[in-house]
């Protein structure tokens, strides 16, 4: 499946299907087994840039519409 990214009211970017991910310097970060990641959107994950939930303490708000 085609990598589909939703990005999440309030929330994190949720990423699923086939991808990889990279830091700027090139080194791929370890996805075996994973799926679907959540990528932080508020800039308070201690896991960037991976979501842990930290929006929630942070009261991030941001609602996203396509159009």
Known sequence: ????????DHKSIQVD???????EKGNK???T???TIW???CGHSKNK????GAHKA???????NAK
């Open 1 to 8: 499946m085609a990598a589909k990214i939703t990005v999440k």
């Open 33 to 35: 087994g994973k799926p």
């Open 17 to 23: 299907g086939d991808f990889e991910l990279y830091d």
């Open 49 to 52: 840039p991976f979501c842990d």
């Open 39 to 41: 990528l932080c959107r």
């Open 29 to 31: 970060f370890d996805l």
């Open 58 to 64: 942070a009261d991030f708000k941001s609602e996203i």
